[in-house]
């Protein structure tokens, strides 16, 4: 049996620079949140990847992106397998890095 993957397309970029999309192939286990992809893909393949979190409950909203096309919370939010998601920072908070906007 081979091991089920998930798959992150992540928009990458710093204010006033060209965003790029980075896609990350990893393995995939029932309730992985976009949130422990991420920090996945810190561990194991990228360490510069920029996230904000603190909670990982669905309660501080610093993890707040723009999750195939919609608001959401990283950490409130499941991969799916054998599937890409896309994530990219919010749209209307100022860019600080990747991921991460100036909270309200
Ligand atoms: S880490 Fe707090 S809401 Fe996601």
Redesign the pocket.
């Known amino acids: 049996m081979s091991e089920q993957t998930t798959t992150l397309a992540i928009t990458r970029a710093v204010p006033g620079g060209e965003a790029r999309v980075e896609e990350h192939t990893i393995p995939y286990h029932d309730g992985l949140t976009l949130?422990d992809a991420i920090i996945w893909i810190r561990r194991h393949q990228d360490p510069s990847l920029a996230v904000r979190?603190?909670?990982?409950?669905?309660?501080?909203?610093?993890?707040?992106a723009t999750i195939d096309g919609k608001p959401g919370?990283?950490?409130?939010q499941r991969a799916v397998p054998e599937a890409t998601t896309r994530i990219e920072p919010l749209k209307k908070p100022r860019l600080i890095r990747d991921l991460v906007t100036e909270l309200y």
Do not use: I
């Open positions: 949130l979190f603190s909670c990982k409950a669905n309660a501080c909203k610093e993890c707040s919370f990283l950490c409130a």
